[in-house]
């Protein structure tokens, strides 16, 4: 594939190795926030037998609508004293292996299509051939999913009412009411 043989090729002439600092998991809760969609809950809740609202806070940009209807469009992972609430004290991610696709590409994404770059103190670490492929097909699938969300969400929002008086949260699996 065209595009993953290109991606990766970028990757590679970029450099990355993670230094596992815990940077991009920790820090101002704006900067660090990761954004998960409902699959992403779903399987970290079965890896760790954790609840629903102690793994995800509502997306914190409200959009007021008239009478007192107040509604956004994602979920985020909790933080706590600006740490991710999965990065243990040695720094590790006490997810890793379900851990959300913002976490899986970090410090790529792509932004209509093109690979956008955070700062990191990885980058322009050693990277074999092989494991910047292997970010290129995991951006490319994150690319995939994150616009299937979008779309369905779009459409239940079209679709839905939102009762007067209400905070809710919509995502692919429908119109979640919250309080606060
Ligand atoms: S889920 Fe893991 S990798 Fe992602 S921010 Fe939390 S600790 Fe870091």
């Given at each position: 594939m065209q595009r993953v043989s290109d991606l990766a090729g970028a990757i590679k002439e970029i450099g990355f190795a993670c230094t596992g600092c815990g940077g991009c998991c920790t820090g101002d809760e704006e900067q660090s926030r990761v954004i998960i969609s409902p699959d992403e809950i779903g399987?970290?809740?079965?890896?760790?037998?954790?609840?629903?609202?102690?793994?995800?806070?509502?997306y914190p940009?409200?959009?007021?609508?008239?009478?007192?209807?107040?509604?956004?469009?994602?979920?985020?992972?909790?933080?706590?004293?600006?740490?991710?609430?999965?990065?243990s004290p040695d720094k590790r991610c006490s997810i890793y292996q379900v851990r959300p696709w913002i976490c899986r590409t970090y410090p790529f994404m792509l932004e209509g299509g093109e690979l956008v770059i955070s700062d990191c103190p990885g980058l322009g670490g050693d990277i074999t051939e092989a494991d910047a492929r292997s970010l290129a097909t995991a951006l490319l699938k994150r690319e995939e999913a994150e616009e299937r969300e979008e779309q369905v969400i779009r459409k239940i929002f079209s679709e839905s009412s939102i009762p007067a008086g209400e905070t809710v949260v919509f995502d692919s699996q429908g119109m979640w009411s919250i309080h606060g």
């Open positions: 399987e970290i809740l079965e890896a760790t037998a954790m609840g629903r609202n102690d793994i995800a806070a509502p940009e409200f959009i007021d609508a008239n009478d007192g209807r107040r509604f956004t469009f994602a979920w985020c992972l909790r933080m706590k004293d600006e740490r991710c609430i999965f990065l």
